[in-house]
């Protein structure tokens, strides 16, 4: 039978095998390409103090008259996976305002100690901070959210007047699903999933992008997947089940919804965002071609016109 320092000599090994790996397949201009979206949009971020941590918000005011546009970002992620969109709504005057998340991208990230930090209501509370405080009492707001984000948005939404719409890409009824079984890999020890961070980043890059995608995006949402510290995803992935609970089912919209899934989307297929559809009174569901999870970056021009049309069109109802 190994000794302890025997066992902390294998891990010691096997760590610095994969960091070597790692080091070998990662490219240091994606590590670049991440930094680059911060730089770019330096002086139209701020942050904004929560009661366990600071926000990044981004808040790029728009013409007077003009729907603003709140992205919500998914798990474990960053806004700048929405670039493509906030240039595309800043540059047609819209009140444009995008956050990292608590514990993400370059938001603080607040060590655990009471279990409640990454749990869900705690982002659905922050998302509903950056709402009333970002944009004025008379403003129509479209929330377009991401994945875990789409919860997110539904939540928020469904407790500001400001909200005429949202948008949903990479979306599924997730409360109605078996999440804790999906992630009991998240209940290693920290210790052990710290040594595996760097595969996991690869996996989810892999998973998250269309079989033919662009080879530096995946090396890129690899290198920002792998910048999560351990505590942070680790706490998020044990706390999501509490979705599942009827306490925190969402408020299901009554104003028109878009939903945009990727054709080769495996994390939340198109069957998913079928039967949310199914659930909504007014849903209108797009299929992305060439692009999978991610499909805001494979094919953010597609993405950002099916947006677009979609606030002309429940203006021109409105009206």
Same mark, same amino acid.
């Given at each position: 039978?190994?000794?302890?320092?025997?066992?902390?000599?294998?891990?010691?090994?096997?760590?610095?095998?994969?960091?070597?790996?790692?080091?070998?397949?990662?490219?240091? #201009?994606?590590?670049?390409?991440?930094?680059?979206?911060?730089?770019?949009?330096?002086?139209?971020?701020?942050?904004?103090? !929560?009661?366990?941590?600071?926000?990044?918000?981004?808040?790029?005011?728009?013409?007077?008259?003009?729907?603003?546009?709140?992205?919500?970002?998914?798990?474990?992620?960053?806004?700048?996976?929405?670039? #493509?969109?906030?240039?595309?709504?800043?540059?047609?005057?819209?009140?444009?305002?995008?956050?990292?998340?608590?514990?993400?991208?370059?938001?603080?990230?607040?060590?655990?100690?009471?279990?409640?930090?990454?749990?869900?209501?705690?982002?659905?509370?922050?998302?509903?901070?950056?709402?009333?405080?970002?944009?004025? $009492?008379?403003?129509?707001?479209?929330?377009?959210?991401?994945?875990?984000?789409?919860?997110?948005?539904?939540?928020?939404?469904?407790?500001?007047?400001?909200?005429?719409?949202?948008?949903?890409?990479?979306?599924?009824?997730?409360?109605?699903?078996?999440?804790? $079984?999906? !992630?009991?890999?998240?209940?290693?020890?920290?210790?052990?999933?710290?040594?595996?961070?760097?595969?996991?980043?690869?996996?989810?890059?892999?998973?998250?992008?269309?079989? #033919?995608?662009?080879?530096?995006?995946?090396?890129?949402?690899? $290198?920002?997947?792998?910048?999560?510290?351990?505590?942070?995803?680790?706490?998020?992935?044990?706390?999501?089940?509490?979705?599942?609970?009827?306490?925190?089912?969402?408020?299901?919209?009554?104003?028109?919804?878009?939903?945009?899934?990727?054709?080769?989307?495996?994390? !939340?297929?198109?069957?998913?965002?079928?039967?949310? #559809?199914?659930?909504?009174?007014?849903? !209108?569901?797009?299929?992305?071609?060439?692009?999978?999870?991610?499909?805001?970056?494979?094919?953010?021009?597609?993405?950002?016109?099916?947006?677009?049309?979609?606030?002309?069109?429940?203006?021109?109802?409105?009206?």
């Amino acid at each position: 039978m190994l000794s302890l320092l025997e066992i902390l000599g294998v891990l010691f090994i096997v760590q610095a095998v994969l960091r070597v790996l790692w080091g070998l397949w990662k490219d240091p #201009a994606a590590v670049e390409r991440v930094k680059e979206f911060y730089e770019k949009y330096a002086e139209s971020m701020e942050k904004l103090d !929560t009661n366990k941590g600071r926000l990044l918000v981004l808040d790029s005011p728009g013409e007077k008259g003009r729907v603003g546009v709140l992205f919500v970002h998914g798990s474990c992620a960053r806004m700048g996976q929405f670039e #493509a969109q906030i240039e595309y709504f800043m540059n047609r005057g819209h009140h444009v305002v995008a956050y990292d998340a608590i514990g993400c991208g370059r938001s603080d990230k607040p060590v655990c100690m009471d279990g409640n930090t990454y749990h869900p209501r705690r982002f659905v509370g922050d998302a509903v901070k950056v709402l009333h405080s970002k944009f004025d $009492e008379d403003e129509k707001v479209v929330v377009v959210g991401h994945s875990f984000g789409c919860y997110v948005a539904m939540q928020a939404a469904s407790k500001s007047e400001k909200v005429i719409g949202t948008v949903y890409i990479g979306s599924s009824p997730m409360w109605e699903d078996n999440v804790k $079984e999906k !992630t009991k890999i998240f209940n290693l020890p920290n210790a052990v999933l710290w040594y595996i961070r760097p595969i996991l980043g690869m996996v989810f890059a892999k998973k998250a992008l269309a079989p #033919a995608g662009c080879r530096s995006l995946r090396k890129q949402e690899a $290198e920002a997947s792998s910048q999560n510290p351990v505590h942070m995803f680790c706490s998020f992935w044990r706390n999501i089940h509490h979705i599942t609970h009827p306490d925190n089912h969402p408020t299901l919209p009554e104003h028109p919804v878009l939903l945009i899934s990727g054709h080769h989307d495996s994390i !939340t297929p198109r069957a998913h965002a079928d039967k949310l #559809a199914s659930m909504l009174p007014d849903a !209108t569901h797009v299929v992305i071609p060439d692009a999978a999870h991610q499909c805001m970056q494979e094919q953010p021009h597609l993405v950002c016109e099916h947006i677009g049309e979609y606030i002309e069109r429940i203006l021109s109802t409105a009206a």
